[in-house]
């Protein structure tokens, strides 16, 4: 399994979760928003994952994550924010999001829905 790409402005929550998907035996790329985001995702052909914060300066994750569908760089993507409005949630599946997870989450519940995103993903002939 390849990386994967957290994308949050916050280093306070990258090292959190950094740490949990480190635990779990998974490597992890950062970045502080959309645009170094895209740069990684760009230069990294084998992430397995990328998770997005929606707000972030520069970039937030919901363009960010329209600019990858409209360049086809599609690995599955994962929304890890505080937001929880249901615009946003249909504007990112719309995208292509697989999932959305509302801050602060439990590391468990974190690497079972990485788990089913990149099973999914797999499963699904990506």
Do not use: Y
């Not at 035996?25 to 895209?38: C, N, P, Q, R, Y």
Request: charged share 25%; glycine share 10%; proline share 6%.
């Amino acid at each position: 399994m390849g990386p994967i790409l957290v994308v949050d402005d916050s280093e306070t929550v990258r090292q959190h979760v950094r740490e949990c998907l480190e635990h779990a035996g998974f490597a992890v790329i950062e970045a502080s928003d959309g645009v170094e985001g895209l740069e990684v995702v760009e230069s990294t052909p084998d992430l397995s994952l990328v998770m997005l914060d929606v707000n972030m300066p520069r970039m937030g994750g919901l363009d960010m994550l329209e600019r990858m569908q409209q360049q086809n760089r599609t690995p599955p993507v994962l929304v890890l924010t505080s937001e929880a409005q249901p615009a946003l949630i249909e504007r990112a599946k719309a995208a292509g999001a697989k999932g959305w997870l509302v801050k602060p989450v439990k590391p468990d519940l974190l690497v079972a829905a990485i788990g089913k995103v990149t099973k999914s993903a797999v499963g699904g002939g990506k």
